[in-house]
């Protein structure tokens, strides 16, 4: 190789490789130094470092959890019981702020005043104070304004709320496999008729009702299964019981604690607003002559949202709902304020105490967040990817 | 071209900056009482304390803290630089309180903290010695019809703290009795108290003096009781880290000159003019016989200085503890020549 060959190579890729490579470098070399930094600092104080506790067992209680826990578990289950409860809670904030913003953002840009106006105030009101005291607003409004367990709401003599939470009827099921089987089968049905439908509209122009055939077989289907599979449904109501002069609880169905409920609440609540302030941008992102146009080839108003205004308006809307999709999977961590059991209350605070294992705990921690917040990600770019413009 | 350029430095700039943050942080070693010398130049004792629990650490309006632990700090302030006053105080939750401590933030955690086995020898702590012998308890509604621990049934619900030793005796406790209950963990004591004071749970369990304290912050104290039962031991007392041996003892013995000072009748009014005093043992607490601070590095009058700005132990415990209400009586935390169980080692 000679000189002036060289100077050819730096002149294009290499050069803009070189300070890349070197860069890696470097940063490896920052962890490297920070790494050893803490194992020598650890060695000195008589610290030592293993991930063997995850395996010791917790002896600590955790109010509410999603798969069989107690005290006698390992705190590597005590982790995945915070792990499901902080994904539980995620789940639901992101499925109430979902529907509450897309319904406020529409609202938004409603002709009626009164409606436009209540939509702008809630958006104002919610997105300016800092979650963490609406989390506390709501815990604690909702705990002194709830009656006691002996005065409860009663809805129907089979759910009751309370201070102590809102009490719902289990259901017990019998051969709940068929059942489940039955509901797989109209999911399927459903898919190869939503093809069938599409093919059938652009070959022949023919619209079927697509959406009351589906929800016919999801109804009609399970139905058939309960007449004919042996399955059956049966409720487990809550009952009162005294538990001495003035203590009273109730006692079988499934208990939802109020902490779960106002933290759900809260973080809804707030990250609807973001929401709404996307779908109102994404909808007057559409150009108006689009409308115009639909409306000229005589679409009804509904339709003109759906079909035209909708699919170019999501556009603008996922990328920025994905950031607040994230935003809300992070902020449940503010749930240890209101002992709701997340990962952040029974990992990182409970059992990081127990243990004294900071450094370990605390990095499982951030890397379960970081999975979360990647897979949301993930979910989140693919769908993004199905509704972006799809060049002929 | 020039602009990658222009950002591969700016990242080196920054990586580099990362870099020296690092080294600032890094590195006490294990030597001899580094945390003295450390201390002396700095010229305050470095100390955790509790978020707030009156009697033990608390502070007032003006940002003043005072309490029995308040006062461990303030006794090593006076042993160490001769001013009980030069103490820097920093409020710490359960959950941070160990790691301040091991990661040199404090040098000394004076916070209602259970000496406990696994905390002595797992994490890098060392437990000094005892200031206040507590036991969980557990206080519920005078109408309750509650009057005993054995009236508790399946289903009751307990607030407690997270990250303490309470949770972990809870649950011994109801499982001895095989009973389910159900446990509401929160990370802060005010909120324990409101969700408590609002009927989330039937009863509020931590150490009892913290239950005494804390009842005072309810809506209606009267309407409360502790109940009788202890269900646990819980020794709380000063920690240090583990390693420097000089540092360990002189935070222990300013702790057990408090209370030798009170066992032989030493107070701050009465400490100068037992100078001359016939008691031997006396005249080594004031300083004017054996050459004891030596040992620590110290002067010999560290220990005088500790009973004039500090008093003993029993002054501490009336201040704090009895004049407040929170536990007039002094139960186990009285003398062991007077019925309780503090006993400290000789200062000789």
Partial sequence: ?392 | MIKSIKNWILVVLASSLLVACGQGGGGSGSKKSKTLDNTKKAGFVKCGVSQGLPGFSNADESGNWTGIDVDVCRAVAAAVLGDADKVKYTPLSAKERFTALTSGEIDVLARNTTWTLSRDADIGLTFVGVNFYDGQGFMVRKNSGINSVNDFRDGISACTNTGTTTELNMRDFFNSKNIKYEPIAFEKADEVVQAYDAGRCDTYTTDKSGLAAQRTKLSAPDDHKVLPETISKEPLGPVVRQGDSVWEDIVRWSLNTMIEAEEYGVNSSNASSLKDSDNPAIKRLVGSEGELGAAFGLDNEWSLRIIEQVGNYGESYKKHIADTNILPNRGPNELWTKGGILYVPPAR
């Fill in chain 1, 1 to 392: 190789m000679n000189l002036k060959n060289l100077k050819l190579n730096l002149s294009n890729k290499n050069k803009d490789l070189i300070p890349q490579v070197l860069t890696v470098l470097l940063l490896i070399l920052v962890v490297i130094y920070f790494t050893i930094n803490a194992q020598s600092n650890m060695g000195n104080r008589g610290i030592s470092f293993g991930f063997g506790f995850l395996s010791q067992e917790s002896s600590f209680d955790i109010t509410f959890s999603l798969i069989d826990y107690d005290g006698s578990h390992s705190y590597a289950r005590a982790f995945l019981v915070g792990l499901l409860n902080t994904i539980l809670v995620s789940a639901i904030g992101i499925f109430f702020a979902t529907i509450l913003g897309v319904t406020v953002g529409i609202g938004r840009l409603s002709q009626n005043y009164l409606i436009a106006k209540a939509a702008e105030c809630y958006v104002e009101i919610f997105r300016n104070i800092p979650l963490i005291l609406q989390i506390f607003f709501w815990y604690f409004a909702a705990l002194r304004a709830l009656p006691l367990t002996v005065d409860s709401i009663n809805f129907y003599d089979i759910s009751f709320l309370n201070v102590k939470g809102w009490y719902v009827p289990r259901f017990i099921w019998t051969n709940f496999s068929i059942f489940f089987y039955s509901i797989i089968l109209a999911i399927i049905l459903i898919i190869f008729l939503t093809k069938y439908a599409r093919k059938q509209r652009d070959e022949f122009g023919k619209q079927l009702p697509i959406l009351y055939i589906s929800f016919g077989l999801l109804i009609v289907l399970p139905l058939l299964t309960f007449l004919f599979g042996g399955v059956s449904l049966s409720f487990e109501i809550p009952e009162l019981e005294q538990l001495s002069k003035t203590v009273y609880v109730y006692k079988g169905g499934v208990s939802i604690i109020p902490e779960l409920i106002s933290l759900a609440l809260a973080l809804s609540m707030y990250t609807a607003t973001f929401i709404a302030e996307n779908v109102r941008a994404g909808i007057l992102g559409v150009n108006k002559g689009q409308k115009e146009a639909a409306a000229s080839i005589g679409l009804t108003k509904g339709q003109i949202l759906k079909l035209v205004v909708m699919p170019q308006a999501l556009r603008i809307i996922i990328p920025p709902t994905t950031n607040q999709y994230l935003n809300l999977t992070k902020n449940s961590s503010l749930a240890a304020a209101i002992a709701y059991p997340d990962i952040v209350l029974v990992f990182a605070g409970t059992a990081l105490m127990q243990t004294g294992r900071a450094i370990e705990i605390i990095s499982i921690t951030m890397l379960t967040y970081l999975s979360l917040s990647l897979s949301i990600s993930v979910f989140m770019n693919w769908y993004n990817k199905k509704m972006a413009i799809k060049e002929k």
